[in-house]
T-cell receptor
Framework: GAGVSQSPSNKVTEKGKDVELRCDPISGHTALYWYRQSLGQGLEFLIYFQGNSAPDKSGLPSDRFSAERTGGSVSTLTIQRTQQEDSAVYLC???????????FGPGTRLTVL | GESVGLHLPTLSVQEGDNSIINCAYSNSASDYFIWYKQESGKGPQFIIDIRSNMDKRQGQRVTVLLNKTVKHLSLQIAATQPGDSAVYFCAENIGAGNMLTFGGGTRLMVKP
């Protein structure tokens, strides 16, 4: 069956540009998470969507980061005015409900030059 | 997603031996814990979870032990196989929060 997919798999951008990262969760999963994984560090929670509730944005590192989830399915993570420290692998996960088993996508590797 | 990089603690075991990967957590309010496996170039894969009202849970070839007294979590892998080679992360959730806090990871290397 189809798992969580993310696109693009790799993104190279110049400092100051905006980027959009896409996540397609598993069909029927109401919970969607974004994480960031930097080299030498573990996973860092960014944002959480649950159904039609307001998202939990407590992990977003700055106001340059935003995310939306349209129709309770696809999610887009947007980083404005990218900085070199934004370089990381951005991972999306979905689950049937909060704190159920989370299924991760393969990630998007972002490199900011 | 690529495995976290250069300075991970590493556990090296012989194929067929049992492996024990340890994780310490700091918040006594944490009530849900998960172990993930991450192979190179892939996203993390759920292995097993445990809630704080339990102290042991078993899966296929894996056992998670939770010691709330000393805030310690361990993952035991029986009869370790080369395919078990990966980075293993523990993660915890605190109360009603949605955030999972991940540990730094342990690299497991299985020698044939």
């Amino acid at each position: 069956g189809a798992g969580v997919s993310q696109s693009p798999s790799n993104k190279v951008t110049e400092k100051g540009k905006d980027v959009e990262l896409r996540c397609d969760p598993i069909s029927g999963h109401t919970a969607l998470y974004w994480y960031r994984q930097s080299l030498g560090q573990g996973l860092e929670f960014l944002i959480y969507f649950q159904g039609n509730s307001a998202p939990d944005k407590s992990g977003l590192p700055s106001d340059r980061f935003s995310a939306e989830r349209t129709g309770g399915s696809v999610s887009t993570l947007t980083i404005q005015r990218t900085q070199q420290e934004d370089s990381a692998v951005y991972l999306c996960a979905s689950s049937l409900a909060r704190l159920n088993e989370q299924f991760f996508g393969p990630g998007t590797r972002l490199t900011v030059l | 997603g690529e495995s976290v990089g250069l300075h991970l603690p590493t556990l090296s075991v012989q194929e067929g031996d049992n492996s024990i990967i340890n994780c310490a957590y700091s918040n006594s309010a944490s009530d849900y814990f998960i172990w993930y496996k991450q192979e190179s170039g892939k996203g993390p894969q759920f292995i097993i979870d445990i809630r704080s009202n339990m102290d042991k849970r078993q899966g296929q070839r894996v056992t998670v032990l939770l010691n709330k007294t000393v805030k310690h979590l361990s993952l035991q892998i029986a009869a370790t196989q080369p395919g078990d080679s990966a980075v293993y992360f523990c993660a915890e959730n605190i109360g009603a929060g949605n955030m999972l806090t991940f540990g730094g990871g342990t690299r497991l290397m299985v020698k044939p």
